[in-house]
């Protein structure tokens, strides 16, 4: 089988998951307590006669699986609704607000892997030094800490106390200088790194914390291997036994663990949002909830639960890349 | 033979610093080999077969440490200790750099097989870059020619269609194929050394034949000497020019193939050529050697054997033995470390046999085993005490 193939086989075996996510969220999001059409209303006094046609309007009057029906039928064709409270369609207010948070997300990313795969090559090399114990206790800290405190903790020091920082916002590369006033793309590049620092070590740090510790588990497990003392028995310099032949083999688990934690830096991207005061779609979940907006709270999770799904596969398929060992599912 | 050992090791030490004590790993033995013969390293697991090959590249891993004895290799010191001025041993000032160890022995000088082709072969890269790799570090061949000649080691080792099998990955190879990729990386590198750790071990009878074969033949042709790792007596009755059999750290026997094994002088070696399964004898007839290897953190006073020797006497638990000629064969001595054959000056002839349960005819509970090796005294090797 090729990667083609293999790629659509996992794609359609993603299917029933997908429908799986719809189903739960949708009656979870039935069963919350609260009317959205009286919360709508905030209150007001109205004829029940009113509530009733806002009711038949939006479908509210059907039995539940009649209105699911209606709803797939309508995300088969990319539409995940009518958010009733903002009275404008889910896709467009999730596709304004996706461009910050994958933002977010990838940078995030970005800093876990760029510092965690140095450090956990550090720590297994010197296994059971003080370096190996200062990192050891850095990642324990790392992974026991919520995200949201290490945010606020950073807004105090960096952007209250040192006032080095902005402590809020985010500014998008993807906008013309001129929206910000900025004299030029040098600018743009350098605000948005600015703007970007503190929420994406915030977020980052559990991400760093973890891969630090598969990376050092799975250096020191590689650097016992006989390939190694093969190589070393052939005169290869340690140099390139770290960097290469123990290395390549050590990477493959740090993927998988990139791919499942995605949804983990998805929900902690929501708090980090919050705290950051960045109009990403984290916050607009949140707000969602506050407002017991349903159709918008189950099309953000629905695209979460997607992306989530498309993580893994995006992991598969790069392992059956990158690992010869692994076959596209067929047998020789 | 020539006079001039390839290598010579004299009574080396490989020691490990572990928690619950020092593991006397190898413990003083010295043997040579000469240009182009096969000399095997024989013992139960454990005995410090493995330990000793790899001290010879000066590989031995961490908390392991050489701690004694001199390895000389065409004249140049691998491994080598000299007092110094202040009473205290320092390293030979002739001894190898790690840097000269690496670029100028591993490989190129000293190339080595190991036990498992399943873990030795790294699962990510293709076989044939990994065998490139190595002939690129430790031969000089023009830019390019590496890949040729990997290919054509490939062919040589028997690999049917080297050319697409090089750009293939180890899983892709059975056992057998990849212990031929193993054998290929030993020859490319044109060493004058193999060191071959249980080569044959992992893999099914009929293809250690076939490795056996490739093998003699390949070293006939390239003229290489060979160590010969192994546990197996049938695989060194058929390899081996000479043999050296280990027990717990230490060389017991030492003989060329054919004295060893027409003349035994150690009760181990007997022991161990008894106790090889036969076709014509079935399973309950098997005669295998009673007990386990003591640790070596421990090992028994006197004779290390002594617990287990059908031969031994009283005198066995305080006398430590010295490996002494006892014999010449082609050239070659046959030592034995059995104080058996000291004539004069041992009290073994006077002393009553040691009820240790090693004799056949007698069935001994585990326990008198355990309190016969515990109670008695240490000594220094070889002295005589009284």
Known sequence: MGLLRYTAFRVIQAIPVLIGITVITFILANLAPGDPVRLMLQGQEVDQEVIERVERQYGLDRPLHERYVTYMANLVQGDLGHSIHRDRPVTELMIQRAGPTLLLVISA??????????????????????????????????????????????ILIFAIQLGWLPSSGLVYPWRSPDHYGYSGYLELAFQTIRHLLLPMVALGTLQMATLMRVER????????????????????????????????????????????????????AVLIEYVFNINGMGRLFLEAIQSLDYQLIMGITIVIGAMFVIGVIITDISYAYIDPRVTYGDRD | MSAEPLLRVEDLKTQFFTDAGTVRAVDGISFEVYEGEIVGLV??????????????LRLVESPGEIVGGEITYKGETIFGLEEGPDGELHEHENMLSNEEMRTRIRGNEIAVIFQDPMESLNPVFTVGSQLREFIELNRDLPN??????????????????????????????????????????????????????????????????????????????????????????????????????????????QAPVDELFYDTKHPYTDALLDSMPRPDRTVEELDPIT????????????????????????????????????????GHPHRAACIKHDVFGS???????????????????????????????????????E
């Open chain 2, 144 to 253: 390019g020619e590496a890949r040729q000649e990997a290919i054509d080691m490939l062919r040589e080792v028997g690999i049917p269609d080297p050319e697409e099998r090089y750009e293939e990955y180890p899983h892709q190879f059975s056992g057998g194929m990849r212990q031929r990729v193993l054998i290929a990386m030993a020859l490319a590198c044109e060493p004058s050394l193999i060191i071959a750790d249980e080569p044959t071990t992992a893999l099914d009878v009929t293809v250690e034949g076939q490795i056996i074969d490739l093998v003699d033949e390949l070293q006939q042709k390239y003229d290489t000497s060979f160590i010969w790792v192994t546990h197996d007596m049938g695989v060194v009755a058929e390899i081996c020019d000479r043999v050296n059999v280990m027990y717990l750290g230490e060389i017991v026997e």
């Open chain 1, 109 to 154: 990313y970005a800093f876990a892997l760029a510092t965690a795969i140095p450090l956990g090559i550090i720590a297994a090399t010197r296994r059971n030094e003080p370096t190996d114990h200062v990192s050891r206790i850095v990642a324990l800290i790392g992974v026991s800490t919520p995200s949201f405190w290490i945010g606020i903790m950073l």
């Open chain 2, 43 to 56: 013992g139960e697991s454990g005995a410090g077969k493995s330990v000793a090959s790899m001290s010879l």
């Open chain 1, 217 to 268: 588990t799975q250096m020191i497990e590689s650097l016992q291997g006989e390939y190694v003392k093969l190589a070393r028995a052939y005169g290869v310099p340690e140099r390139t036994i770290l960097r290469k032949h123990a290395f390549q083999v050590a990477q493959l688990p740090i993927i998988t663990i990139v791919g499942l934690n995605l949804s983990t830096a998805l929900g902690g």
């Open chain 2, 291 to 330: 007990g386990v290897m003591p640790e070596a953190i421990s090992p028994p006073s006197g004779c290390r054997f002594h617990p287990r020797c059908p031969d031994a006497r009283e005198a066995c638990k305080r006398i430590h033995p010295e490996n002494r000629e006892v014999a010449r064969a082609e």
């Open chain 2, 347 to 385: 009290d073994y002839e006077e002393s009553a046999p040691l009820e240790n349960g090693a004799r056949g005819d007698q069935q001994l509970p585990a326990s008198a085993v355990d309190s016969a090796s515990g109670e008695s005294e240490r000594t220094d090797g070889g002295e005589h005490n």
